[in-house]
């Protein structure tokens, strides 16, 4: 199959543009573009927005990772090659090995450092920062790192150009919009605009005036989740619309549950999420306690789920009370909202299938889904494996999965290497 490239013109480079031109001439274009525009051009130049890319990092030669190359025709015959940021590009815009992505859960520079090569985004939230690394001091060995923007500076140093790295901001209750973006506008001068993510959490019931009680007292709130008033439950959409409206591209998280989803696009996210981990931990201990009542009519199993539904949120400290017979219908609802007696869920992967769905079916196709919040030995196993399934073969480039680095680590070997590496070891003994 005969292949093309801008060298396939023969054109000269456009007037002082000789030595980015000569970067891109390998670029390769289909035959139909070739032969529809080989009687056209008439010089190969390049975009201003190119010569931007290469001015925020500058690369020997080639164009650096994390940008598609794409091709624009001038009225006067100057046929341009410009960048546009795609985390799914390697350097000289070649495809990444795999259509899915993946992503650390992680502000350990050091720990990033040995995946990096193979990260196109990071995510990382206050927790992450000061408690898993700053105030940790098995891991900011000599408190060498003692702010948030030495942290972020220097892992956009280690990522380099081709990840992304999606960062939240430090309260998401304030109220003036003001100072929540120049919080962004700080980040996007730190990291660039090419790589900056800003995160945006659901906020649900949480608002600016009762926030304050999850810092005091029994951290509770004293109303339950889905006791909200419109302005609240769409006070996350809304800031991350705005935000989206000034430039920004979105991370909008903590989303939990599949019916979050077609809202939550309507702010126009680049990235949406799926939780697993606390979401299926949960549902397993609510059919066993279900379970466990409808095997022995014990009513100490509703009142264990009765508690646990008080310790998870599910109610607020107002509702400790509430009849037995209610307990066991909601915990009823739940298991069959979430399938987690069939296919679609009993591996608490409902909310990523309906994700998913929606995603092929949404009027931005950009926008991906990052799945988070792993547990255990199955959850990423089974990703993998649904990720193959006839119905979703179409969507891994929509994915990109994230989890701290040791997580995804466990997941490169087996039992077996240690036996392999055994034997080739003993064999290989004493030889030249």
Partial sequence: MLKFGLYSFAAPAAKGEEDYVARVLDTEICSESYLTLRDVVKFIGVTGEFREVLKTFPTP?????????????DADGVLRVDLVRDISKDKNGAPRPTQVLYSADSADP???????????????????????????????????????DEVMGEIGRVLGPGADISVELNNPFEEDFGKLLDEAEKFREMLTKYRVVIKVPHTGAVTPKN?????QGDKKLDKGYDEITTADAMRGHTLALKLHEHGFRINFTLMFEPFQTQLALQARPYFINTFLRHRLVQSMKIKELV??????????????????????????????????????RFGRDIIKYRHFEDEEGSDGLDGMRHNLRVLRNCNIPDTRLIVCSMEGPYNYPDIDKLLCEPEFIDMNDRVVITAPPDYLARFTSTNQVISYQRRFMNAAAGQK
Avoid: M
């Fill in 61 to 73: 030669a080639g164009t650096p990772a994390g940008f598609r190359r794409d091709l624009k025709l």
């Fill in 110 to 148: 050091y720990e990033v450092a040995a995946i990096s090569p193979f990260l196109a985004n990071l995510t990382c939230n206050p927790g992450i920062i000061y408690d898993l690394f700053i105030n940790n001091p098995k891991a900011n060995v000599g408190n060498k790192f003692k702010t948030r």
């Fill in 211 to 215: 926030v304050g009680l999850l810092l």
């Fill in 291 to 328: 379970d466990a009542y409808d095997a022995t009519e014990n009513t100490a199993h509703l009142e264990a789920l009765r508690a646990h539904f008080l310790s998870n949120d599910y109610y607020p400290p107002s509702k400790a009370g509430t009849d037995l017979r209610e307990v066991l």
